[in-house]
């Protein structure tokens, strides 16, 4: 016979009520119940836990050892059973997500703000990192989920589309650009180019566009950060590519920005998780909020 819960349960009852009535009718059992109970955990531990007559019940020296522990015991099992519960729910966890940093440092905090406004129970963590690292994490499950730009993201990832991000040219006033309504790539191959560095899905974006009018550019200068690409446009070293989901950026003073026209310059931003691999209910609920969410930021990055 193995020990389960209702028998550490029954002790404990009896230890604080001191009789049997009254210990099943706090456990919402019947008394010839608990008296099964008792003798099983006896016969179970090889003791006598309860010295009992008609009239009477009280602890053994075992029976009073042991009841402490026991009562400790139920306590924490039942705070696990509680708390896998309220885990179970959603309402309580952790979420772990990776981003780009476009997307990170705009319109997600706000996403995030929204969230733990309704969800105050669950903790988020956002790492802001390059598109391919965003891949890795998910798949050694480092995130839960991850926000980006995939066209690659091969079997072992599953996506849910977001919203699509078109490309705009960002250049300093009195730039020749700024007298044009309808910028085109073909406009941009004498200016000083402001890159970001290989490793950014922006930089492969803009490659494969200029690929596309056969123009293979080389960068005035590269970066890491959008910020500092946004800094240098300020400083007049040239002009520079950002993603509509990162207009904010844009609007700092001292620069102007612009859609280009060009179908190669959109890309589809999307939430990604392991294939294969459910998600906690915490972070299912935030999928939710961030789908939800997604629905009114589409207008607002593709009507630009």
């Known amino acids: 016979m193995n020990l389960n819960l209702r028998h550490l349960e029954a002790l404990v009852a009896i230890a604080r009520t001191g009789n049997f009535t009254r210990a099943a009718r706090a456990l919402h059992i019947s008394q010839p119940t608990l008296?099964?109970?008792?003798?099983?955990?006896?016969?179970?531990?090889?003791?006598r836990l309860l010295d009992r007559n008609t009239r009477s019940v009280r602890l053994t020296q075992i029976g009073s050892e042991l009841t402490p522990v026991m009562q400790r015991l139920v306590r924490?099992?039942?705070?696990?059973?509680?708390?896998?519960?309220?885990?179970?729910?959603?309402?309580?966890g952790l979420v772990s997500i990776a981003a780009l940093p476009s997307i990170s440092s705009t319109m997600l905090p706000r996403i995030i703000a929204g969230f733990r406004?309704?969800?105050?129970?669950?903790?988020?963590?956002?790492?802001?990192?390059?598109s391919q690292r965003i891949l890795t994490m998910v798949k050694d499950?480092?995130?839960?989920?991850?926000?980006?730009?995939?066209?690659?993201?091969?079997?072992?990832?599953?996506?849910?589309?977001?919203?699509?991000?078109?490309?705009?040219?960002?250049?300093?006033?009195?730039?020749?650009?700024?007298?044009?309504?309808?910028?085109?790539?073909k406009h941009?191959?004498?200016l000083p180019l402001i890159l970001m560095d290989r490793q950014s899905s922006v930089r492969t974006l803009i490659d494969r566009a200029f690929e596309s009018i056969s123009h293979f550019p080389v960068p005035a200068y590269e970066v890491?950060?959008?910020?500092?690409?946004?800094?240098?446009v300020k400083a007049g070293l040239g002009v520079t590519f950002l993603p509509s989901s990162a207009l904010e950026?844009?609007?700092?003073?001292?620069?102007?920005?612009?859609?280009?026209?060009?179908?190669?310059?959109?890309?589809?931003?999307?939430?990604?998780?392991?294939?294969?691999?459910?998600?906690?209910?915490?972070?299912?609920?935030?999928?939710?909020?961030?789908?939800?969410?997604?629905?009114?930021?589409?207008?607002?990055v593709t009507d630009e």
Do not use: C, W
């Not at 924490?76 to 309580?92: C, F, K, P, Q, Y």
């Not at 309704?118 to 802001?128: A, N, W, Y």
């Not at 890491?224 to 240098?232: E, K, R, W």
């Open 224 to 232: 890491t950060y959008m910020s500092t690409a946004v800094g240098m």
């Open 76 to 92: 924490e099992i039942e705070a696990v059973v509680m708390n896998a519960r309220e885990l179970s729910t959603g309402d309580h």
């Open 141 to 185: 499950e480092e995130v839960d989920l991850g926000i980006g730009s995939f066209p690659d993201a091969g079997p072992e990832i599953q996506t849910i589309p977001l919203f699509t991000d078109r490309m705009r040219i960002v250049f300093p006033p009195g730039s020749p650009l700024e007298g044009k309504r309808n910028i085109t790539l």
């Open 249 to 300: 950026v844009s609007e700092l003073s001292g620069v102007r920005s612009r859609v280009l026209n060009h179908p190669a310059l959109t890309r589809k931003i999307v939430v990604a998780q392991k294939a294969g691999r459910s998600l906690s209910p915490a972070a299912g609920t935030f999928l939710k909020a961030l789908i939800g969410a997604s629905r009114g930021l589409t207008a607002r």
């Open 188 to 190: 941009l191959t004498d």
């Open 35 to 47: 008296t099964v109970q008792i003798r099983q955990l006896e016969e179970t531990l090889g003791v």
């Open 117 to 130: 406004a309704q969800s105050p129970g669950v903790g988020v963590t956002l790492k802001d990192v390059v």
